[in-house]
């Protein structure tokens, strides 16, 4: 079974400044797909980045992006310039190709943007 | 266009009561996936419908959890005799290897 690890429960950052989240799996497989969802206050789960297994370049959407180390299985995510709309719990997921594409959960970061 | 649509948004009902959820996934989207996010056990999966396909169960908790897909569209997923342990937000999500979720519904078993 594919376990996620977010080893972070809370993080806070000053706005405009830049923070990166940690997330950490175990599986045997090889291909998959990893994510990072953004699930702030008003409980609507948003897709903040996805990255596919077998591309070695790192995803990026706009201020976020993800350092994907594959052998390590690590899969971090970089907010640049953070902005107080970035405040919210953090999930980083797992989803095994080929299989019912569930998606395995980390138990979240709760990141807090300062003014 | 629009995006996955759950309803009701909070329900609060009696310990033995039944209740229903009910989701409406992303037009076109085949596969429709129920999770259940609690205090306790964080972000779990449920279900799993895909297209006319027999829905992989393996998620659900007990024999009083059910859910079913008509017309390979809305899903309804039922909770028979609730208990307070079921209380939690239920989501909704659709699409396969992206999943984009609905707003939930948070069931409160009193």
């Known amino acids: 079974a594919q376990t996620v690890t977010q080893s972070q429960p809370e993080m806070s950052v000053q706005e405009a400044e830049t923070v990166t989240l940690s997330c950490t799996y175990d599986?045997?497989?090889?291909?998959?797909?990893l994510f990072w969802y953004k699930q702030p206050p008003s409980r609507q789960m948003i897709l903040v980045i996805r990255?596919?297994?077998?591309?070695?370049q790192n995803a990026t959407e706009n201020r976020f992006s993800v350092n994907f180390q594959k052998a390590a299985k690590s899969f971090s995510l970089k907010i640049s310039d953070s902005q107080l709309g970035d405040t919210a719990m953090y999930f980083c997921?797992?989803?095994?190709?080929?299989?019912?594409?569930?998606?395995?959960f980390g138990k979240g970061t709760l990141l807090t943007v300062n003014p | 266009g629009a995006g996955v649509s759950q309803s009701p948004s909070n329900k609060v009902t009696e310990k033995g009561k039944d209740v229903e959820l009910r989701c409406d996934p992303i037009?076109?989207?085949?596969?429709l996936y129920w999770y259940r996010q609690s205090l306790g056990q964080g972000l779990e999966f449920l279900i799993y419908?895909?297209?006319?396909?027999?829905?992989?169960k393996s998620g659900l908790p007990s024999d009083r959890f059910s859910a079913e897909r008509t017309g390979g569209s809305v899903s309804t997923l039922t909770i028979q005799r609730t208990q307070q342990e079921d209380s939690a937000v239920y989501l909704c999500?659709?699409?396969?290897?992206?999943?984009?979720f609905g707003p939930g519904t948070r069931l409160t078993v009193l």
């Open positions: 999500a659709s699409g396969k290897d992206t999943q984009y």
């Open positions: 599986t045997s497989e090889s291909n998959y797909y």
């Open positions: 990255q596919e297994a077998y591309k070695q």
């Open positions: 997921a797992f989803m095994l190709e080929g299989s019912n594409y569930k998606l395995t």
């Open positions: 037009s076109g989207h085949t596969a």
């Open positions: 419908f895909q297209g006319n396909s027999a829905p992989d």
